[in-house]
């Protein structure tokens, strides 16, 4: 969608998170398959990454959500809608959204959910985006949650090394101000990727049976070579994409807010970007991937380091599963 020319625009007015408490570090993975922390630092970035015990995304959800209840004492009566962002909803229906709803008395707002795997908190954004600046709703809570480790195998050291569990709550807020907020995006999909990075078995396609739980089909299977050299490339081109179209300089861009799938694809949108280290909200050190908390957990992380300032140009880029991914150009709005 190009730069909006509504009369409202769409901006970030609260936000929460929930991280649970267990740790999975590198060590407790050389302890459960073959592999060690050098290789794992050296080819991921990843060191540690939250696991959520008991219960499912919905609590990832509502954590996130009484998190930032507590720091801006929203009233949840007056949003309008909830999006969840998420590939690991409670269950396939009802939606996650009605379950986190119904876990915090939310009688007044509707939602669903939406699956774009690790780009889904950027298609949610444009969503909310949507209904904020048709004048249709003025606020829009996204969710994006995930609790990868229920389709993670573990005992596959390619997959299990990669993913953790997280919840983040952003409110969008309708504005006048057309220079705040969201200000641009570009969105792509290309169905042709699915082969690479899927979960076979659980939907209509492939019911569960004894045979899909014994092939292993409730779990992610992803082809990380062939995603890798993909999502290098769609990650930086999209990221140079919107920065071009907005005519942004690296030095205008306080911050590249990348998906936290690789180190390694971080660095190289860095690098197509011209943008310099200190300007990239990095966290999968501590994470690892959270599908679709990875962008809001770094804006979270960065703003409570007090290393986000109000006025702040920052460019949002995802690529994921599908293949989906893209770019959103978003000016900070809190101080
Ligand atoms: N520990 C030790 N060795 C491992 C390992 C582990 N945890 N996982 C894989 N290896 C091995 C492989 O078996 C392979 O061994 P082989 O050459 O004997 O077959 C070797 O390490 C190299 O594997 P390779 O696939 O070439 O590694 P890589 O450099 O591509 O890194 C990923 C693997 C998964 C980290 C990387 O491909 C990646 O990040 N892919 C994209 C992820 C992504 O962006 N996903 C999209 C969003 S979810």
């Not at 078995?201 to 492939?206: A, I, K, R, T």
């Not at 569960?208 to 769609?234: C, L, R």
């Amino acid at each position: 969608m190009p730069v909006s020319e509504t009369k409202y625009n769409a901006k970030i007015s609260a936000f929460g998170k929930f991280l649970p408490e267990t740790v999975y570090d590198n060590a407790y993975f050389e302890k459960i398959v073959d592999t060690n922390d050098e290789w794992i630092v050296s080819r991921t970035g990843i060191k540690e990454r939250r696991i959520l015990e008991n219960g499912a995304t919905s609590d990832l959800g509502v954590g996130a959500i009484q998190d930032m209840v507590k720091r801006f004492n929203i009233d949840l009566d007056t949003i309008d809608v909830m999006i969840v962002a998420t590939v690991t909803p409670d269950m396939l229906f009802p939606a996650t959204a009605c379950v986190i709803m119904d876990k915090l008395g939310m009688k007044k707002t509707w939602g669903y959910d939406i699956l774009a795997a690790c780009s889904s908190f950027l298609f949610a954004t444009s969503q909310a985006r949507s209904f904020i600046e048709a004048g249709t709703y003025k606020r829009v809570l996204v969710i994006g949650a995930d609790k990868m480790s229920s389709i993670t195998d573990y005992t596959d050291r390619n997959n299990c090394i990669l993913f953790g569990d997280a919840g983040t709550a952003i409110l969008y807020e309708r504005t006048e101000d057309k220079n705040d907020g969201v200000l641009d995006e570009t969105l792509y999909c290309d169905g042709s990727g699915g082969k690479y990075l899927y979960m076979l078995g659980g939907g209509s396609l492939n019911p569960p049976t004894h045979e899909t739980v014994d092939k292993k089909m409730h779990y992610i299977y992803q082809d990380g070579k062939a995603v890798f050299k993909v999502a290098v490339i769609g990650m930086a081109d999209v990221s140079f994409e919107i920065m071009k179209r907005n005519n942004l300089k690296p030095e205008d861009v306080a911050f590249l807010v990348p998906h936290q799938a690789n180190l390694r694809i971080i660095d190289a949108t860095r690098k197509r970007m011209g943008v310099d280290n200190s300007k990239v909200m990095i966290n999968i050190d501590k994470y690892g991937n959270t599908t679709a908390a990875t962008i809001p957990l770094c804006l979270i992380d960065y703003y409570d380091m007090g290393k986000l300032k109000k006025g702040d140009n920052l460019v949002l880029s995802s690529f994921g599963a599908g293949y989906t991914w893209g770019g959103i150009y978003l000016k900070w709005s809190i101080d």
